[in-house]
């Protein structure tokens, strides 16, 4: 049975608010779901019974520093939880709160509820949902590449009509010069316009894409 992993060192505070730092934990938190349903395969296919995983997964996992913290802080509060769930009986997953998505724990509750219930082999659907959230992480990852240029092209035309004022102010022309008559501030607010509507619209295409990952 593989060992216990070391605690990843804490993420720096001002870290989290770098650009797409919010999409890396979740890709982070999915990777970490797909080893934890390989793991819980394994284990059954060592011969574990459904009840037995639970205590024995939660060891593979370092606590986090909070302490009597409702489930969902770390894997290892959950998987204990879990198991104790299991000990009073009842479902393990029933009071789910993560960490990470919390379709992929329903989908995971789904795939017990199915085994328990059908009499479906456990090891198979863990199997496939590992698989479908990998080729889930692989689409992702295809679609942030398909997006990084437009993104980019979006920044550039975004600073375009700073440069372009700048180089007018190098050529002789102050952007002084521009907005001292009417037909300059027309030209100025209609240029500004149209940079902001298309900054806008890119932004919501792009959302658009992410909402259908």
């Not at 720096?12 to 395969?41: D, M, N, Y």
């Not at 009073?88 to 017990?112: I, K």
């Not at 035309?157 to 501030?185: D, I, K, M, Q």
Request: with cysteine.
């Amino acid at each position: 049975m593989p060992s216990s992993p070391e605690r990843p060192p804490a993420e720096p505070a001002w870290k989290r608010w770098l650009p797409g730092q919010s999409r890396r934990r979740r890709e982070r938190r999915t990777e970490e779901f797909i080893v934890l349903l390989r793991r819980a395969s394994a284990l059954l296919q060592a011969g574990r019974r459904p009840d037995q995983i639970w205590s024995e997964l939660s060891a593979l996992y370092e606590p986090c520093a909070r302490a009597g913290t409702p489930r969902g802080c770390c894997l290892n509060h959950e998987l204990v939880a879990a198991d104790v769930e299991v000990v009073l009986g009842g479902d393990p997953l029933a009071h789910t709160n993560g960490p990470g998505q919390r379709r992929h724990w329903q989908q995971l509750s789904g795939c017990l509820a199915v085994s328990r219930d059908a009499g479906v082999g456990l090891v198979g659907l863990l199997d496939r949902l590992a698989d479908a959230l990998e080729e889930g992480q692989d689409a992702q990852q295809a679609r942030d590449a398909a997006i990084a240029g437009p993104q980019s092209t979006a920044r550039l035309l975004g600073l375009l009509p700073l440069a372009g004022l700048g180089l007018s102010a190098l050529a002789g022309a102050p952007p002084t010069e521009l907005l001292s008559n009417t037909l300059g501030w027309l030209v100025v607010g209609t240029g500004g316009g149209l940079a902001v509507v298309g900054q806008l619209w890119t932004r919501a295409l792009i959302r658009q894409s992410e909402d259908l990952s």
